[in-house]
């Protein structure tokens, strides 16, 4: 089936480093991809997302990178943070065929070692 | 807090009642979304509106669930005679579309329900 998943359930990395969280998607059909941060007891929250026309975006303290012919999308923080600890998800849509449904993956947890 | 609210926060059932959440969308927003998040998984989508027209379902979606969105603002989910495995973050989110490049989908805190 369709499906959006994340290489890793758990990633450790100390404060100030950079973390990279990857993630696989199937869908080749897929064109808008996102990620998001979910906090114990909130929702997701967006961090950056990306269209298939393009393979780097940057943010503040965020960089996403596409890579379509391997189907490989990437989150990068830069200088990790305690306020960074969270779940990470990916995320795919279909936005050409206007269909805005978000596709999940399984996520990975980041902690943020002292 | 990103302007979407949801009530309840939490709910706490018995198996074969009914119950309702209410989600407030960002005033502005065209669109509203369901979704479902079980413990340690990644959201799953379950339908969503453009105004007061319900344009997707997913198969997710039994018959035992309803959504509606009667004026095109606020959304209502119910679940009728709740299973066990209805125990789940149901979490709503809305965006604009069609008036700009952006669109963003922005979450709301969720309900918690738990069926005992």
């Known amino acids: 089936g369709e499906s959006v998943g994340l290489h890793l359930p758990t990633l450790s990395v100390q404060e100030g480093d950079n973390s990279i969280i990857n993630c696989a998607y199937s869908?080749?059909?897929?064109?808008?991809f996102i990620w998001y941060k979910q906090e114990s007891g909130k929702g997701p929250q967006f961090i950056i997302d990306?269209?298939?026309?393009?393979d780097k975006r940057q943010g503040q303290r965020v960089t996403v990178l596409l890579n379509k012919t391997v189907k490989h999308l990437s989150l990068q923080i830069a200088a990790t943070q305690p306020g960074d600890s969270a779940v990470y998800f990916c995320?795919?849509?279909?936005?050409?065929?206007?269909?805005?449904?978000?596709?999940f993956g399984k996520g990975t947890r980041l902690h943020i070692l002292p | 807090d990103t302007g979407v609210s949801q009530n309840p926060r939490h709910k706490i059932t018995k198996r074969g009642q009914n119950v309702t959440f209410r989600c407030d969308p960002i005033?502005?927003?065209?669109?509203l979304y369901w979704y479902r998040q079980t413990l340690g998984q990644g959201p799953e989508f379950l339908t969503y509106?453009?105004?007061?027209?319900?344009?997707?379902k997913s198969r997710l979606l039994s018959d035992r669930f309803s959504a509606e969105r009667p004026k095109g603002s606020f959304s209502t989910l119910e679940i009728q005679r709740t299973e066990q495995g209805d125990s789940a973050m149901y979490l709503c989110?809305?965006?604009?579309?069609?008036?700009?490049?952006?669109?963003?989908?922005?979450f709301g805190p969720g309900t918690r329900l738990t069926v005992t």
């Open positions: 990306i269209r298939s026309n393009m």
């Open positions: 995320a795919e849509s279909r936005r050409v065929v206007r269909d805005d449904k978000i596709i």
């Open positions: 869908n080749s059909a897929s064109d808008y």
């Open positions: 005033s502005e927003h065209n669109r």
């Open positions: 989110a809305s965006s604009l579309e069609g008036f700009s490049d952006a669109y963003e989908q922005y």
């Open positions: 509106f453009q105004n007061e027209a319900q344009l997707e």
